[in-house]
C-alpha cells in the first residue's frame, strides 16, 4: 500500500491549493497500523494543509510534545482497531491536562 501511495501521490494532490493549516497525524500507543493514516495525510496535503506524521504506537507524551512544538491547528487520531481506540481517549485527556488550546479550537 505504500508504494501505491508514493505512486498515487501525484495524481491525489489538487494543484494551487491553499494552505488549510497545519494538521497532526498519529496511532496511539498499542496500534502499529499506518495505512488510514497515511492516506488521510495524502489528501490533506493534496487539499492543502501541511499534514505532519507523527508515526504509530505514539505514546502520549509523544503527541504533547509533537503538539508543543508545532503547534498543530487539527490532531488527527488514527486507529485501526477496536481495541487500539481507549488509547485515543488517553491523548485526549493528556491533551486537556497538558491544558491545550487545541481543543477550544474546534468549538
Known amino acids: 500500500m505504500n508504494e501505491a501511495l508514493r ?3 501525484p495524481d491525489l494532490a489538487e494543484k494551487d491549493a491553499r494552505s488549510t493549516g497545519t494538521v497532526l497525524l498519529g496511532s496511539g500507543h498499542g496500534d502499529i497500523h ?4 497515511n492516506l488521510v495525510g495524502v489528501r490533506l496535503k493534496g ?4 499534514a ?3 508515526g504509530v504506537n ?3 507524551d509523544a503527541f504533547i510534545r509533537k503538539i508543543e ?3 498543530p491547528d487539527i490532531l488527527g487520531l488514527s486507529a485501526f482497531l477496536a481495541t487500539t481506540m481507549p488509547p485515543m ?10 491544558d491545550f488550546a487545541i481543543l ?3 468549538s
Open 58 to 60: 505514539v505514546p502520549n
Open 104 to 106: 477550544s479550537r474546534s
Open 52 to 54: 505532519i506524521g507523527n
Open 34 to 37: 499506518n495505512i488510514g493514516k
Open 7 to 9: 505512486v498515487l501521490k
Open 47 to 50: 487539499a492543502g494543509s501541511k
Open 89 to 98: 481517549k488517553e491523548v485526549i485527556e493528556a491533551i486537556k491536562q497538558a
Open 69 to 71: 512544538a508545532i503547534p
